[in-house]
C-alpha cells in the first residue's frame, strides 16, 4: 500500500504540523499549497486554541492572496471553520 506524505500527515493529525506547514507556504508551488491545506483540513481539528488564534490572520491573509487557487482557497476556508471561533 503506498500512502502519500499528505495523506499520512492528514491521517496523523498532529497539531505540530501546522505552523511547520504554514512556513512552508511561499516556498511551496500551487499543487504544493493545496496538499498543505489537505494535510491542515487533519490537522485542525486537533489544534489548540492559542494556536489556532494565531493561525486564523495568517490563513485569511492566504486565502485573500491572488496566487492562491480557487480549490486551495476553498480548503482553507475549511481549516479556519474547522479550527473554531
Same mark, same amino acid.
Given at each position: 500500500?503506498? $500512502?502519500?506524505? @499528505?495523506?499520512? !500527515?492528514?491521517? !496523523?493529525?498532529?497539531? +505540530?504540523?501546522?505552523? &511547520?506547514? !504554514?512556513?512552508?507556504?511561499? @516556498?511551496?508551488?500551487? @499543487?504544493?499549497?493545496?496538499? &498543505?491545506?489537505? *494535510? !491542515?483540513?487533519? $490537522?485542525?481539528?486537533? *489544534?489548540?486554541? $492559542?494556536?489556532?488564534?494565531?493561525? +486564523?490572520?495568517?490563513?485569511? @491573509? &492566504?486565502?485573500?492572496?491572488?496566487?492562491?487557487?480557487?480549490?486551495?482557497?476553498?480548503?482553507?476556508?475549511? *481549516? &479556519?471553520?474547522?479550527?473554531?471561533?
Amino acid at each position: 500500500m503506498r $500512502v502519500h506524505a @499528505a495523506e499520512f !500527515l492528514y491521517r !496523523l493529525g498532529d497539531p +505540530r504540523t501546522l505552523p &511547520i506547514a !504554514l512556513d512552508a507556504w511561499d @516556498a511551496a508551488n500551487e @499543487a504544493g499549497r493545496y496538499n &498543505i491545506m489537505v *494535510v !491542515l483540513t487533519g $490537522v485542525a481539528p486537533q *489544534v489548540g486554541e $492559542v494556536a489556532a488564534e494565531a493561525a +486564523r490572520p495568517r490563513l485569511e @491573509a &492566504i486565502r485573500e492572496r491572488a496566487d492562491t487557487g480557487p480549490k486551495t482557497r476553498a480548503l482553507i476556508g475549511r *481549516v &479556519i471553520d474547522a479550527l473554531g471561533a
